[in-house]
């Protein structure tokens, strides 16, 4: 009995080493020299999305992925972190002009084009695209006096 038990365990064994997991390289994505930079940036948060001219994202970043927590996420010291994360990631894929973009109001939005620049990256452009609201929404209607 226990020589068949031995048997049993060597075939497993044997037959574990034979099946081993492959894995592939990750095929480098080609991608042009010059690319989009979308800053959003609320008050609580400074989202960073790298494209290349195309449209499809590169590499993204934010204050969070960082390692930042609660209001320090908010911070222009941390949109700047995360802009510097961002830039490396998409020079390492080959991008190095860009057209920045930016969104919303907050004290990150400055901070994460410095981020940008001090990441090894070109700014060939820069543009202001906050939502504005025209006309807003209908006051409320004034109550009936009596």
Do not use: C, W
């Amino acid at each position: 009995m226990a020589q068949e038990d031995n048997k049993k365990t060597t075939k497993t064994s044997k037959t574990a080493k034979a099946v081993k997991a492959v894995v592939k390289k990750k095929a480098k994505k080609i991608i042009g020299d010059k690319g989009f930079v979308y800053i959003s940036s609320t008050f609580n948060n400074t989202l960073i999305t790298i494209t290349d001219s195309k449209g499809n994202t590169v590499a993204n970043s934010s204050p969070g992925s960082i390692g930042y927590k609660g209001s320090k996420k908010s911070t222009p010291y941390a949109a700047t972190k995360a802009a510097e994360d961002a830039a490396q990631k998409a020079i390492k894929l080959g991008l190095r002009e860009v057209q920045v973009v930016l969104r919303g109001i907050s004290s990150g939005r400055n901070a994460a084009v410095k981020g940008i620049r001090s990441g090894g990256m070109r700014i060939s452009m820069l543009s202001d695209e906050t939502p504005i609201p025209h006309g807003g929404p209908t006051p409320k209607k004034m109550p009936r006096g009596s």
